[in-house]
């Protein structure tokens, strides 16, 4: 089992930046992916941007790709999300997830932060 919590989402201007924070408890594997998502109402779920630890890689979303970088801290138990540039239509609740491809059914899901960005 993993849990995560969400932390960092607010209420912020257009051009504005906020990061978020995902804390991980629990057991975390070295080739778990770790990575963030959001839902914007009446939307599916949509990635934003992961990394691997064991692998080194990170992967972002295009929507996003300039403006938001992930990063971790305390070897698997911290993961940022660090966002620019905050346009309106990045508003949504803020999901922080661990994934493991090689483990069935390894899918865990945080509550969410919810972001809200005026124009």
């Known amino acids: 089992q993993v849990q995560l919590v969400e932390s960092g989402g607010g209420l912020v201007q257009a051009g504005g930046s906020l990061r978020l924070s995902c804390a991980a408890s629990?057991?975390?594997?070295?080739?778990?992916?770790m990575g963030w998502y959001r839902q914007a109402p009446g939307k599916e779920r949509e990635f934003l941007a992961a990394?691997?630890?064991?692998?080194?890689?990170?992967s972002y979303a295009d929507s996003v790709k300039g403006r938001f970088t992930i990063s971790g801290y305390n070897f698997k138990t911290t993961v940022y999300l660090q966002m620019n540039s905050l346009k309106p239509e990045d508003t949504a609740i803020y999901f922080c997830?661990?994934?493991?491809?090689?483990?069935?059914?390894?899918?865990?899901w945080g509550q969410g932060t919810q972001v809200t960005i005026s124009s």
């Open positions: 629990g057991r975390t594997f070295t080739t778990d992916d």
């Open positions: 997830n661990v994934r493991n491809p090689y483990v069935s059914g390894r899918n865990y």
């Open positions: 990394l691997n630890w064991g692998r080194g890689w990170q």
